[in-house]
């Protein structure tokens, strides 16, 4: 695929019937794009969990992003595997925690309150603690892991954890 294909290709699964300039030199993005015309959501859905595998980290982040937003629940294995790729980048691993979240994904509390150990990134932390919040707010699993990040060495995440505590998740 050529290089500008991923991310045309990207946009045009996010915004399906916008339009796409398409320079003289991508034509084979172009070629890529077009060829959603004939995709229904099914086939748009595939193709965004593919690019949860693609090489540039942004490509991966907006997959996610995309993916929950879009509550794509087949897109749960893949989400969860980027969440537990200790090697991943901690923005996708982060927006990966937050998809599953809005797919009310239960099955995956472990996967996500693993993510959250000590010596995780902030902004996976709050993405998990958003996560739980969104699908479980009652749950024990969520109150415990609230109350772990409520003194987080971290002062953002253990003020959100107090936030989240005091407005009713984790209480």
């Known amino acids: 695929m050529h290089r500008l294909a991923a991310p045309m290709t990207l946009l045009a699964l996010l915004a399906p019937g916008c339009a796409i300039y398409c320079p003289v030199y991508a034509t084979s993005g172009c070629v890529e794009v077009a060829k959603l015309d004939g995709l229904g959501a099914q086939g748009r859905h595939e193709a965004l969990i593919g690019y949860l595998d693609d090489e540039r980290s942004w490509v991966r982040e907006e997959a996610a992003k995309a993916l ?27 927006e990966a925690a937050r998809a599953l979240g809005r ?12 993510a959250a150990r000590a010596d995780a990134a902030p902004e996976l932390k709050l993405a998990v603690l958003e996560a739980l919040c969104t699908m479980d707010p009652a749950g024990p699993d969520t109150q415990a892991t609230v109350q772990g990040l409520v003194t987080d060495e971290d002062v953002l995440v253990a003020s959100a954890a107090k936030h989240r505590q005091g407005t009713g998740c984790g209480s």
């Open 103 to 114: 797919l009310g994904a239960r099955d995956t509390t472990s996967d996500l309150r693993a």
């Open 68 to 94: 929950g937003r879009h509550h794509v629940r087949a897109a749960q294995p893949a989400l969860r595997a980027r969440l537990n790729d200790g090697s991943e980048r901690r923005y996708v691993r982060a």
